[in-house]
């Protein structure tokens, strides 16, 4: 069977997300309202025949009418359970069984779940293409879609673009997709978070390490507000040839903020009272930096943002929601293989292949997820989402949940056959992905030998001695 998931920016390749903005702004082209180019406004019928189905758990109003008019407009149909939370789950359903069974109704499921990697569970269980319409704080890769397109029709090359995220960059699930894309487009990033939301360190430690993000010290940039400052490499091999760090790209971030993206204060986040939450006004954007910028926002807003920049210039935040609807058309065109011209490669599981080894845990046996909102600790879901984690070959090495993609960066590692452990791994030394189900991981060396396991014999000297 093979088929394509989206529950990460990353499930995509930076052409194959070129091709979801050539074929957006197609059909943008074909279909536009006459009064207002940016919004689609007649149908086609390339989806005759074929349903979409919505399963969120969460409320949305925007993310999903947007995925179903997407729908309707390809000629399709949408169909939706109005509260899963309230129908299936309530009953005590698990969303492994609930996407079985919505696959025998739909051709593509779009799902919204408070847990991070819900959606990475639903695509190990569905056998039509999985949407992630948001996971807990993990990400919302169709938002990011609609993000970079906005940007690419305001026309800005996001090459070399100096881009500010603003707000809760912690909780907020469409950062974490956003600022992962921008990296692999080559934009550099600001950071200026509220007080206690800033980047979580896996997110930080990622873009540092696989997007090639060099993080520039504070001294080289003169902006109270910003909190860090990446700036992407030009090429993998400049890696090691870095240091110091790109000093003639900073000087090019005096040009001025290109971007400034802006997240809703989530009220139920929010820890610390009576701090001051960034809020994007007139008066903000008054400085000269600011002169050309564009200003983003995923929508609804809550007081963060303004309503007198409505009708600045530099306000494309209505805009970047009327492209919710190209931009999904195109990617559901592109899972369904609606275009023939534009079809996307298949795979049995949905996924290309990743290149980490997969440690797949037996159920209630070794280490578990860190972060306490996945999808693997839900009662729920207890005999569907075992333990299961890629092996991160960085030194020393880490474990990345096969589900919210959260690191683990100290472990241990114990045989199965030899009952022993080690105790000093290095990446160099793991298994490989054959070997790999000989082995079980645990979160330290207590909890090794609670499980019977000893310390191989090497170590055992070293500690004697
Ligand atoms: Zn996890």
């Not at 007198?308 to 065109?333: E, N, T």
């Not at 997969?358 to 306490?372: K, M, R, T, V, W």
Request: proline letters at 5%; one cysteine or more.
């Amino acid at each position: 069977m093979n088929l394509r998931h989206v529950t990460s920016i990353n499930d995509l390749d930076n052409d194959e997300i070129e091709q979801v903005f050539a074929l957006a702004d197609r059909y943008l082209d074909k279909l536009k309202d006459a009064d207002h180019p940016h919004r689609i406004g007649t149908s086609m019928d390339i989806a005759d025949g074929s349903i979409l189905a919505s399963l969120f758990y969460e409320p949305s109003t925007r993310t999903r009418l947007s995925f179903e008019a997407a729908m309707i407009r390809l000629g399709g149909k949408a169909i939706g359970s109005a509260d899963p939370a309230t129908s299936s789950a309530a009953k005590g359903e698990s969303l492994a069984d609930t996407v079985r069974v919505a696959s025998n109704y739909a051709d593509v499921l779009v799902i919204r779940h408070p847990r991070d990697g819900a959606a990475k569970l639903a695509a190990e269980y569905a056998d039509v293409p999985i949407i992630n319409g948001g996971d807990g704080a993990h990400e919302h890769p169709t938002q990011t879609l609609c993000d970079l397109f906005t940007l690419r029709r305001e026309n800005k090359q996001l090459k070399n673009l100096n881009v500010a995220v603003s707000g809760d960059l912690k909780g907020s699930r469409t950062i974490h997709s956003f600022v992962y894309a921008l990296a692999r487009f080559g934009a550099n990033i600001m950071l200026m978070p509220a007080k206690g939301m800033e980047l979580p360190p896996h997110v930080d430690w990622r873009l540092r390490n696989e997007y090639r993000c060099r993080a520039v010290p504070k001294e080289r940039y003169d902006n109270a507000a910003m909190d860090a400052l990446y700036v992407t490499a030009k090429q993998p091999h400049q890696l090691s040839l870095m240091a110091p760090p790109d000093f003639e790209r900073t000087v090019k971030l005096k040009k001025g903020v290109d971007v400034v993206y802006v997240t809703r204060f989530q009220k139920e986040r929010w820890t610390e009272q009576g701090q001051d939450y960034p809020k994007v006004d007139a008066n903000f954007l008054k400085a000269a930096k600011y002169r050309k910028t564009s200003v983003l926002h995923p929508l609804p807003r809550v007081g963060e943002l303004d309503a007198s920049l409505d009708h600045d210039r530099r306000a494309v935040y209505f805009r970047q929601a009327a492209y919710g609807v190209p931009i999904r058309m195109a990617l559901i065109s592109l899972l369904l293989d609606l275009d023939k011209r534009n079809g996307w490669k298949k795979f049995e599981r949905g996924f290309v292949e990743s290149t980490h080894v997969l440690f797949d845990q037996p159920i209630d046996a070794g280490i578990e997820c860190i972060n306490s909102n996945c999808i693997v600790h839900d009662k729920l879901e207890h005999d569907y989402a075992r333990s299961r984690f890629h092996l991160i070959e960085a030194e020393p090495p880490r474990l990345r949940c096969f589900y919210c993609e959260r690191d683990i960066d100290s472990f241990i590692i114990a045989n199965r056959k030899t009952r022993h452990y080690e105790t000093n791994a290095s990446a160099r030394n793991f298994p490989n992905q054959k070997r790999a189900k000989d082995f079980v991981l645990f979160a330290d060396a207590r909890e090794a030998e609670k499980a019977g396991y000893t310390p191989r014999m090497s170590n055992r000297k070293t500690a004697a001695r």
